[in-house]
Nanobody, 124 residues
Framework: QVQLVESGGGSVQAGGSPRPSCSASGYTYNEHCMGWFRQVSGEEREGGAAIESNGRPVYTDYVKGRFTISRDNAKNTLYLQMNSLKPEDTAMYSC??????????????????WGQGTQVTVSS
């Protein structure tokens, strides 16, 4: 059974730098593109960053330059280093697994399995 479990969210001040992580199990981790999504309350979930097994990342504009995605294939763990947080970054952040090995820019529909999410709340 595929499982994705996030941790590491919480409440931070603007400008803070949390680093949520996502522990994966139940499948061959390095055979899939992995990603981070966020969902602001009342809005649709949107993709933010993705990463292939070889470490090649893909970013959307709202995270470029501020967030860094990484993965440790030996630990089956995905990370999102968040920097320079703003109150508008307040959201539920979820990791996800794509059915593909490659991460294709803009192909957020390739992600079919999500974790339960970890809330990040940014105060000004």
């Amino acid at each position: 059974q595929v499982q994705l479990v996030e941790s590491g969210g919480g409440s931070v001040q603007a400008g803070g730098s949390p680093r949520p992580s996502c522990s994966a199990s139940g499948y061959t981790y390095n055979e899939h593109c992995m990603g981070w999504f966020r969902q602001v309350s009342g809005e649709e979930r949107e993709g933010g960053a993705a990463i292939e097994s070889n470490g090649r990342p893909v970013y959307t504009d709202y995270v470029k330059g501020r967030f860094t995605i990484s993965r440790d294939n030996a630990k089956n763990t995905l990370y999102l280093q968040m920097n320079s947080l703003k109150p508008e970054d307040t959201a539920m952040y979820s990791c996800a697994r794509a059915w593909t090995r490659r991460c294709y820019e803009g192909s957020w529909g390739d992600f079919t399995i999500w974790g339960q999410g970890t809330q990040v709340t940014v105060s000004s």
